[in-house]
Structures are given as structure tokens and as C-alpha cells.
């Protein structure tokens, strides 16, 4: 069975300061591994996705198949920055059925 | 940009009582899901559907929940007889479907409450 793991449910950083959210996952296949965000008063919305390998607004998120974690970094955060995280896992494609973390709320202090 | 809209935005039902929540997805995609959270807790997959049938569902899909895409545009989820546990901000969400489009864009959400 698949679960996506985020160990921290409220991350506080000061901006401009590194952060990194943390989600670790099992799965027995090759799973597709995302990141969704959701802004205050704002829908879930993509992220990024470890396939695409791609930096947005700032972060990145690298793949660790040995320790099956995808963690969420940014050198410097920013207040903008402040929202809802969410990690999650696919399973295989056309019906990318997505499993959630339970989220990290991140706060940026000004 | 085109966007999944959902109504009713919020919905009060009482216990026993059947719900529709409706969703509009993206006019070219053909994946379509619904998603639940219970306040508090993680997001959740209900059920993906595809080529007018469902191609997935989770456990929490049982027989007193249903999808449908009545008109080639709306798509529907229904609670037969609700349950007070059912209570939930739902999520529609769609996609394209081809090889490399992973994302899924999502709707702004039915908050449903049972009483």
C-alpha cells in the first residue's frame, strides 16, 4: 500500500532563511512523487514534480529512491512563500490517482 | 486560464438526506476525480473516472456513493443517504490525460455538512 509521510504539520522560518519541508513515502512500484500547494483563500495547485526536474518559484525537490524521500527546499524564503504543502504519490500513469501527506502549513515571518 | 469550478460552495444536508455536488471540469481533459478532506485531515482519494466509467476507487467509495457525467460537461458526485462522517470539503479534479501531464488541476472545493 501506498502513504506519504510529512512529519511536520507547522514549519515557522524567518525570510530569507532556508526551509525544507520533509515528506518521506512508501511504495512498492515507481512512484510519480509531486508537491501541491494551496495558498490561503486559493486552491490545491501544482507545484512541482520530480519527472519534470524543474526549479519553481524557487524550489526544488529531489528524488531519493534510497531513502524514499522528497523533500521540499528553498535557499531563501520569502513571506509570499506562506501557505499549505502538500506531498504526493501516483501510482502509475492515466489514472494518476494522487495519495496525500497530511500537509505542512509553512509560515514565513517577516 | 480555464478552470474546475464546483457547486454549491457550501452545502448543509441533514443526516439520511441524498447531496449532488457538481463540478465543471477543464473542457479538454478527460481524467476526472473526486477528492475529500476531513477538516483536520490529509486529502483523501475517492474515485477517478474515465471514458464515461470508473477506473479507480478507494475503499471510502462505497455503495452509497456514485459518480456520473450526465451531459458531456457536468460531473457529478452523489451521496445516497449521508452520514454525519461525511462531512468534508470536497474536491473535483481533472486532467488531460496525455503521456507526460501529471498535474491535476483542482476545484475550489464543496464544503459538506452533515447534521
Known amino acids: 500500500a501506498q502513504r506519504v509521510t510529512q512529519p511536520e504539520k507547522l514549519l515557522s522560518v524567518f525570510k530569507g532563511a532556508p526551509v525544507e519541508l520533509k515528506c518521506n513515502y512508501s511504495y512498492s512500484g515507481s512512484p510519480e512523487l509531486f508537491w501541491y500547494v494551496q495558498y490561503s483563500r486559493q486552491r490545491l495547485q501544482l507545484l512541482l514534480r520530480h519527472i519534470s526536474r524543474e526549479s519553481i518559484k524557487g524550489f526544488t525537490a529531489d528524488l531519493n529512491k534510497g531513502e524514499t524521500s522528497f523533500h521540499l527546499k528553498k535557499p531563501f524564503a520569502q513571506e509570499e512563500d506562506s501557505a499549505m504543502y502538500y506531498c504526493?504519490?501516483?501510482?502509475?500513469?492515466?489514472?494518476?490517482?494522487?495519495?496525500f501527506g497530511t500537509g505542512t502549513r509553512l509560515t514565513v515571518i517577516p | 486560464e480555464p478552470e474546475v469550478t464546483q457547486t454549491p460552495s457550501h452545502q448543509v444536508t441533514q443526516m439520511g438526506q441524498e447531496v449532488i455536488l457538481r463540478c465543471v471540469p477543464i473542457?479538454?481533459?478527460?481524467?476526472f476525480y473526486w477528492y475529500r478532506q476531513i477538516l483536520g485531515q490529509k486529502v483523501e482519494f475517492l474515485v477517478s473516472f474515465y471514458n464515461n466509467e470508473i477506473s479507480e476507487k478507494s475503499e471510502i467509495f462505497d455503495d452509497q456513493f456514485s459518480v456520473e457525467r450526465p451531459d458531456g460537461s457536468n460531473f457529478t458526485l452523489k451521496i445516497r443517504s449521508t452520514k454525519l462522517e461525511d462531512s468534508a470539503m470536497y474536491f473535483c479534479a481533472s486532467d488531460s490525460g496525455t503521456a507526460n501531464s501529471y498535474e491535476q488541476y483542482f476545484g475550489p472545493g464543496t464544503r459538506l455538512t452533515v447534521t
Open positions: 473542457s479538454n481533459h478527460l481524467y
Open positions: 504526493a504519490l501516483s501510482g502509475r500513469a492515466g489514472a494518476n490517482n494522487l495519495f
